[in-house]
């Protein structure tokens, strides 16, 4: 069996896809869920480190080891390419080489960075500041140099839509493909005309953020292939659907001294353990060690 690599798989995936639907998964275990139901791609949330992992709002306050840490606990419990966010790439050339090396060594298939300034924002936030064409060209001339497996999927994110118009995002988005970006990541659009702008212009594979309570409309992705979006990202949704649920329970227990009335809502252990393989860990240990 030839392994192939994780950026391959990435690649292969969106080839077979129209659109690849690429779901975020903030940990181990919802990356397992969402593989066995079915999915072809997972996504590492840069907001989702922030703010599951550290309960941090999504303000570039993360580290590179911050998001490796989490990458390392998805890739090594699915066999699903993931991508990641890498926000503005943590620095210069030299820094974006080390998200690059360190991130295809904890097991990513492929990143996206951005052309926000440093002190960033979320994508659909107002008062983003973005740096110039040419800072981000050299981002992504840093990130394709430093590759180290040549199928490692690098994506250029630019936020230039909200501030300098359509235009000169897609102008943007055109530099950042001759500098060898693999794919972009038009982010905040608003319409699936402006999509079809984007796809029209660049020859490579064009994502659509479909993030909740921001600036997209929650298209379809039938509607969006058809104006030649590639991928589809939905980068906290079940994260969001999981807040809520154990909002909900936590106000349960305390207003009602029990859970009686939440345990409808809740995964059962049998499915957890279904998900988790956990029978399969325990006939191991039978044949590994004798019974006392
Ligand atoms: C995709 C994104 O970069 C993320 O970190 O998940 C966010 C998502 C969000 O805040 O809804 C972004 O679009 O900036
Ligand atoms: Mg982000």
Known sequence: MTI?????QFRQAIKANQPLQVVGTINAYTAMMAERVGHQALYLSGAGVANASFGLPDLGMTSLNDVCEDIRRITGATDLPLLVDAD??????????????????????????????????CGHRPNKEIVSQGEMVDRVKAAVDARIDPEFFIMARTDALQQEGLEAAIERAQACVDAGADGIFAEAV???????????????????????FGATPLFNKDELAQVGVELVLYPLSAFRAMNKAALNVYQNILAQGDQKAVVEQMQTRAELYDFLNYHAFEDKLDQLFTKK
């Open 4 to 8: 192939r690599s994780a950026g391959a």
């Open 88 to 121: 503005t790439g943590w620095g210069g050339a030299f820094n974006i080489a080390r998200t690059v090396t360190e991130m295809t060594r904890a097991g990513a298939a492929g990143f996206h960075i951005e052309d926000q300034v440093a002190q960033k924002r």
């Open 190 to 212: 608003h319409t699936l005309e402006q999509y079809q702008a984007f796809s029209d212009a660049l020859e490579v594979p064009v994502l659509a953020n479909i993030t909740e």
